[in-house]
């Protein structure tokens, strides 16, 4: 961890109310070949529950899977605010209201799974991943970067065809939904629920640069591997956001029967 970082996080750490905000897939979790194998490396878990017991401090997934699947492989702590399906859905307590497709929306749907399903047939590797509000075809398992990327571009271009087909891009994976939505807006959601000081939030995607957009002047964005970013701060990989959370929790824990300024 680089001394900027350290700084800002020591700085992020002191504020009265925080919110620390987390992509799951290739942040929280290895990215896996296998995508209902993701868990949460153990280093961060454990950071994750010492944060979620401290005051103070609110604690989220803003993830690009459905809210069954975060909550079934991300295991959160009791409390755990969840953003889910890019923003589509959201889980920030009490009774969380599944998501609701007008019938055009359930057509669109369909025509989604449908043309992505008939896309990966075509190439040995890539699957597809139905999900609330569309469907993901991944080539993680594609043999080579050629026809992996040749397998998206079909998909784009088969997509171009579906009406109500909105297009997400990411690792090795092409995403399309019929309800707009970003992780920024749920970010944004977050931040009038939970009213903090100040926001952490930490991806590795390309759809997790729309978070990094809406950060404010005393937030603290943290990209996760390599890859243009609009965040101020990088780590190498998911294994080193445990050190990251550590530090947060172990200078709040530290500073609890110490008065903390507001900014």
């Not at 987390?22 to 995508?35: H, I, K, P, Y």
């Not at 025509?111 to 699957?127: H, K, N, P």
């Not at 956001?241 to 900014?263: C, F, K, M």
Request: aromatic share 2%; proline share 3%.
């Amino acid at each position: 961890m680089d001394q900027s970082l350290t700084t800002a996080l020591e700085r992020f750490a002191d504020h009265a109310k925080i919110l620390i905000a987390l992509d799951f897939d290739g942040c929280v979790a290895e990215l896996t070949s296998v995508a209902a194998d993701a868990r949460p490396v153990p280093e961060n878990a454990r950071a994750i529950e010492a944060l979620a017991a401290l005051d103070g401090v609110d604690l989220a997934y803003v993830s690009g899977r459905s809210l069954d699947t975060l909550r079934e492989l991300a295991s959160p702590p009791e409390g755990v605010l969840l953003i889910g399906s890019h923003g589509a859905e959201k889980d920030l307590g009490g009774d969380a209201p599944g998501l609701e497709l007008s019938t055009t929306e359930q057509m669109a749907r369909g025509q989604i799974i449908d043309t992505l399903t008939e896309v990966a047939a075509d190439a040995e590797g890539a699957w597809v991943e139905h999900k609330p509000a569309g469907a993901a075809l991944h080539v993680r398992n594609v043999d080579g970067e050629e026809l992996a990327e040749h397998v998206l571009e079909h998909g784009r271009a088969a997509l171009s065809l579906v009406d109500g087909a909105y297009l997400k891009n990411g690792k090795k994976v092409l995403e399309s939904v019929v309800v707009l939505a970003t992780k920024g807006e749920g970010i944004t959601d977050l931040r009038e629920h939970t009213s903090p000081d100040a926001v952490l939030f930490a991806g590795d995607d390309v759809t997790d640069e729309q978070g990094f957009a809406v950060l404010e002047a005393e937030d603290v964005g943290i990209k996760v591997g390599e890859g243009d970013t609009a965040a101020a701060h990088r780590i190498a990989a998911p294994k080193d956001l445990a050190a990251v959370l550590r530090l947060i929790a172990d200078r709040r824990a530290g500073h609890s029967q110490e008065a903390r300024p507001d900014s």
